[in-house]
Antibody, heavy 113, light 112 residues
Framework: EVQLVQSGGGLVQPGGSLRLSCEAS????????MSWVRQTPGKGLEWVAN????????YYVDSVKGRFTISRDDTKNSLYLQMNSLRVEDTAVYYC??????WGQGTLVTVSS | DLVLTQTPLSLSVTPGQPASISCKSS???????????LYWYLQKPGQPPRLLIS???SRFSGVPDRFSGSGSGTYFTLKISRVEAEDVGVYHC?????????FGQGTRLEIK
């Protein structure tokens, strides 16, 4: 059974940092591009970043460039999202995913003072 | 960025009746490799999106055959042949032909 189990998230003040994690099982993690997608009631689903196999290529939506860093550790079947300089508008449920197929359960990130 | 426009944004369907959702792209989703990178998801409350259809018309593993996808170029349709109570939720289309990957606004389906 494919599983993507997320951890991290929570409440942080504007300007703060958080690290999201996603541990994969049930498939060959190292063979897949991996992505982070976020969802807000107002903006719907928004792709945030993705990373190629072995971490050789990384791409970001413009609004997070220079603030967020996607990474992966294939020895641990894990995906990460380091989020720095967080803004109120980064508040969302964040999902890891092997777009298009499998998604994690989601984790809420709230940026508020 | 490539824009996906879904219609309608909501629909109410009697069980056993068909339903149809459209997704229009601002640019062609046909890649030079011959594939068309358009996908459909169903998201139920409190859950992540679940993939229904890949590359316009291929049902994902475990998806009932009452779900079908069609279309080409810039216009795509998801059809449910006979709606069941478990089909309620928000349907999303997604494109991955170019970055940033983008989603439609979502279409909420409810049961009459």
């Amino acid at each position: 059974e494919v599983q993507l189990v997320q951890s991290g998230g929570g409440l942080v003040q504007p300007g703060g940092s958080l690290r999201l994690s996603c541990e994969a099982s049930g498939f060959s993690f190292s063979s897949y591009w991996m992505s982070w997608v976020r969802q807000t009631p107002g903006k719907g689903l928004e792709w945030v970043a993705n990373v190629r196999q072995e971490g050789s290529e990384k791409y970001y939506v413009d609004s997070v460039k220079g603030r967020f860093t996607i990474s992966r550790d294939d020895t641990k079947n894990s995906l990460y999202l380091q989020m720095n300089s967080l803004r109120v508008e980064d508040t969302a449920v964040y999902y890891c995913a092997t777009l298009p197929g499998w998604w994690g359960q989601g984790t809420l990130v709230t940026v508020s003072s | 960025d490539l824009v996906l426009t879904q219609t309608p944004l909501s629909l109410s369907v009697t069980p056993g009746q068909p339903a149809s959702i459209s997704c229009k792209s601002s640019e062609s989703l046909l890649h030079s490799d011959g594939k068309t990178y358009l996908y459909w998801y169903l998201q139920k409350p409190g859950q992540p999106p679940r993939l229904l259809i890949s590359e316009v018309s291929s049902r994902f593993s475990g998806v009932p055959d009452r779900f079908s996808g069609s279309g080409s170029g810039t216009y795509f349709t998801l059809k449910i042949s006979r709606v069941e109570a478990e089909d309620v939720g928000v349907y999303h289309c997604m494109q991955s032909i170019e970055l940033p990957i983008t989603f439609g606004q979502g279409t909420r389906l409810e049961i009459k």
